[in-house]
């Protein structure tokens, strides 16, 4: 991660086996259900991959740079007109519970841009960790990522 205060992050312990919420990062038939609508693929080191938001007509280009299975993952992606990237970090606490540790950095602008970023993105992430704790480990599915943001007040 780059040392500066210039990031997002946000954390959580998943009360599950870290391969199991590992996985749910990388295959879309899991990530759909607390994320993004659609993607191209499982996630692989060195690959592209393109993730939508059909609620949002919103679709990105994912670099993934780094996939060490049940350990990180680091990709690149398209953050408000600018490339920034994403290290998903997963730490086994015991064979049942998985703290997942996301930092988000690379913004650049005016303070105003920059902290308006952080604050989103910090948001964002802290709604998918909450939506995959409730689908891991209830069987919930809470469309937080969809609700933050209803078509009837459109989306910023």
Known sequence: MKKSNNFAHAAMLIRKPIAEVFEAFTNPEITTQFWFTHSQGKLEEGKTTEWTWEMYDLSIEVDI??????EII???????????????EFKSLDKYKTFVSIVNY??????????????????????????????LEYGIKL??????????????
């Open 106 to 135: 690379g913004f650049s602008g005016t303070n105003e841009e920059i902290i308006s970023t952080i604050r989103d993105s910090t948001g964002g992430f802290s709604w998918v960790l909450a939506g995959l704790k409730a689908y």
């Open 65 to 70: 740079l780094k996939l060490t299975p049940n």
């Open 143 to 156: 469309n937080l990522t969809a609700d933050r943001f209803p078509k009837e007040i459109g989306f910023h």
């Open 74 to 88: 680091i990709f690149e992606w398209e953050n408000r007109g600018q490339k920034t990237k994403v290290e998903c």
